[in-house]
């Protein structure tokens, strides 16, 4: 049974930087390709940030979040990250984390993915 596990949220002040993880179980986590994904009330669910499996482990991001966030993974520990920095208030989601079994993708679209964790909630206060 595949589980994907989210941590590392919370409520913070603008201006904080935060570093959410995601474990992964029952799957051979290095050949897939592991995303972030966030969501607020009301919203559909958009990518984030994503690393897939290539050689040198290479991330990529939505246009409008590269810069703000950064994304890597372990793949010893099962594990991807994301690292938000200078966070603002409408940084404020759900974020979730999934997993491609296509390793090499580098998707956006979150019907690409197989899997999916529940999410952590980040509140940003001001």
């Known amino acids: 049974q595949v589980q994907l596990v989210e941590s590392g949220g919370g409520l913070v002040q603008a201006g904080d930087s935060l570093r959410l993880s995601c474990t992964a179980t029952g799957l051979t986590f290095s050949s897939y390709t592991m995303a972030w994904f966030r969501q607020t009330p009301g919203k559909e669910r958009v990518f984030v940030a994503g690393?897939?499996?290539?050689?040198?482990?290479?991330?990529f991001y939505a246009d409008s979040m590269a810069g703000h966030f950064i994304t890597y993974r372990d793949d010893a520990k099962n594990t991807i990250y994301l690292y938000i920095d200078n966070l603002k208030l409408e940084d404020t989601a759900v974020y979730y984390c999934?997993?491609?079994?296509?390793?090499?993708?580098?998707?956006?679209?979150?019907?690409?993915?197989?899997?999916w964790g529940q999410g952590t909630q980040v509140t940003v206060s001001s």
């Open positions: 999934a997993a491609d079994e296509s390793g090499g993708s580098q998707s956006r679209y979150g019907g690409d993915y197989d899997y």
């Open positions: 690393v897939n499996t290539w050689k040198n482990r290479s991330a």
